[in-house]
């Protein structure tokens, strides 16, 4: 089954293509610049296809990021600190913003005849983020059913919508992902900050899964004190 995977660079997506890989079916990655903040992304996500040996399309959609205003992942608003499920960051929400880009993703993949598209939505995204829990991708998925009726079946596979995030660290572990090349943190500074709800995300899911985090961050032990305030 031929699938599209789209790849933000991040750890989640990165360890989802490693997955589709491993099964056979990968065809390749797509990447969007939708103007975020952190486009430092965009380079591991590059990465992660040259890889993997497969194609990578990086569509330019960087003007969105000047209408999808009031984030703080493509305005002028500071990146929230804490916990991943702290009330605060509900500033890194980009309005619409899967619904857009899966959109695209799956246009692409009709028009080249391709089987599927892959995202790897988890359940740690489901605190903050709408377009991230089950019901939207069950919404999602049928509503392109009846986009692209006639024109072929294109699935939307989302394994990991009801994994939390060390259990993606775990089965990246498993398949040999580099996560060292792979980026989460939204200040998309030289290294990564810590402190961000993503980098706690991040720095927490390698503990809990047991794994060793290659991960270079500013401030490597923040994260201990938020998720032990979130406890």
């Known amino acids: 089954m031929a699938t599209l995977v789209v790849c933000s660079g991040g750890l989640d997506s990165v360890t989802l293509a ?12 797509v990447t969007f610049d939708y103007g975020q903040r952190h486009r430092k ?18 569509v330019d959609l960087s003007v969105l990021g000047r209408h999808l205003t009031g984030s703080a992942l493509t305005d002028d608003v500071d990146v929230p600190e804490g916990h991943y499920t702290a009330a605060n960051m509900a500033l ?3 309005p619409n913003r899967n619904p857009i ?13 391709w089987d599927g ?22 919404a999602f998925a049928a509503m392109e059913h009846r986009a692209l009726e006639g024109l072929g079946e294109v699935a939307f596979h989302t394994p990991f919508v009801t994994w939390s995030k060390a ?8 398949l040999g992902v580099p ?6 943190c939204y200040q ?44």
């Open 18 to 29: 490693h997955r589709v890989a491993a099964e056979g079916d990968l065809a390749g990655l």
């Open 41 to 58: 992304e965009l380079e591991y996500a590059a990465a992660a296809a040259e890889g993997l040996g497969t194609p990578h399309d990086l």
């Open 92 to 94: 890194t929400v980009v």
């Open 101 to 113: 880009l899966f959109t695209l993703a799956f246009g692409i993949a009709s028009a080249r005849g």
């Open 117 to 138: 598209v892959a995202a790897a939505v988890h359940s740690g995204d489901h605190f903050v983020y709408p377009d991230c829990r089950p019901e939207f991708v069950d």
């Open 167 to 174: 259990d993606i660290v775990a089965e990246g572990a498993r």
């Open 179 to 184: 996560f060292e090349a792979t980026w989460s």
């Open 188 to 231: 998309g500074e030289a290294v990564h900050c810590g402190r961000c709800g993503t980098c706690v995300e991040r720095r927490e899911a390698f503990f809990e899964a047991g794994v060793a985090d290659p991960t270079a961050y500013a401030d490597p032990d923040y994260w201990q004190s938020v998720t032990a305030d979130n406890a």
